[in-house]
């Protein structure tokens, strides 16, 4: 999977190891996308468009009072990330969509893949 939103690793039990293992946690906004084993380099991605699509809306129309409370808490270091942070948010938001969908086309053959098995 090419395309990245905010990475986490934890240690969960691999279905396809049998064991206790290193995983990539891919998340797009607050919502889990992709779990990768780092072992076997297993993934299950999950189809998660319509939640995402809620949860974007949901952060975007909450980021003015995000904003306005930063400024307030510490307004020196709110303004003076704010150049480099605008610049970077289209960028991190075009990851995120890529991440979603790209997670649901997977989901998607391998559904298809297994018969309509869920896995």
């Given at each position: 999977m090419g395309a990245k939103g905010t990475?986490?690793?934890?240690?969960?039990?691999c279905h396809r190891?049998?064991?206790?293992?290193?995983?990539?946690?891919?998340?797009?906004?607050?919502?889990l996308v992709v779990t990768t084993c780092l072992t076997c380099r297993t993934?299950?991605?999950?189809?998660?468009?319509?939640?995402y699509l809620q949860d974007l809306r949901h952060r975007m129309l909450s980021k003015p009072a995000r904003m306005a409370r930063r400024l307030r808490r510490h307004p020196v270091g709110f303004t003076g990330s704010l150049p480099?942070?605008?610049?970077?948010?289209p960028w991190r938001l075009l990851d995120e969509v890529r991440l979603v969908w790209s997670?649901?086309?997977?989901?998607?053959?391998r559904h298809s893949?297994?018969?309509?098995r869920d896995r």
């Open positions: 990475i986490e690793h934890a240690t969960l039990a190891c049998g064991r206790e293992t290193r995983h990539e946690l891919a998340y797009a906004g607050r919502l993934s299950i991605e999950r189809d998660v468009r319509r939640r480099r942070t605008a610049a970077r948010k997670a649901a086309a997977d989901a998607r053959r893949d297994d018969g309509g």
